[in-house]
């Protein structure tokens, strides 16, 4: 199976910006054959779809909430796949996480399994 590695999280003010990442790890010969996505939970609530991107990263779609100041973006030949943060909110604080999709028509994930996440808080 894929491991999957985030990192970036950490504290930053309303208005600032943040770069997560996603190492993949294990059988990352499959990496590149999987759309892969973003996902968060914010204490007190399910985890909730941010992003995907295609296997190919020629296609991207964004949770409403997020369109217009996040962007996800991939690597294949180096396993990774990143999100940066612009404009932050308070309501962008959340552990996020990365999960591979089925497809780029669905908001749920892939694996039945979770990394640790990385912590994002954004202080008002």
């Not at 779809?49 to 030949?77: C, E, H, L, M, Q």
């Not at 999960?99 to 912590?119: C, E, I, S, V």
């Amino acid at each position: 199976q894929v491991q999957l590695d985030e990192s970036g999280g950490g504290l930053v003010q309303a208005g600032g910006s943040l770069r997560l990442s996603c190492a993949a790890s294990g059988r990352t010969r499959t990496f590149s054959s999987y759309v892969m996505g973003w996902f968060r939970q914010a204490p007190g609530k399910e985890r909730e779809f941010v992003a995907a991107i295609s296997w190919s990263g020629d296609s991207t779609s964004y949770a409403d909430s997020v369109k217009g100041r996040f962007t996800i973006s991939r690597d294949n030949a180096e396993n990774t796949m990143t999100l940066q943060m612009n404009s932050l909110k308070p309501e962008d604080t959340a552990v996020y996480y990365c999960n591979a999709l089925k497809h780029m028509r669905t908001t749920q994930a892939l694996f039945d399994y979770w990394g640790q996440g990385t912590q994002v808080t954004v202080s008002s």
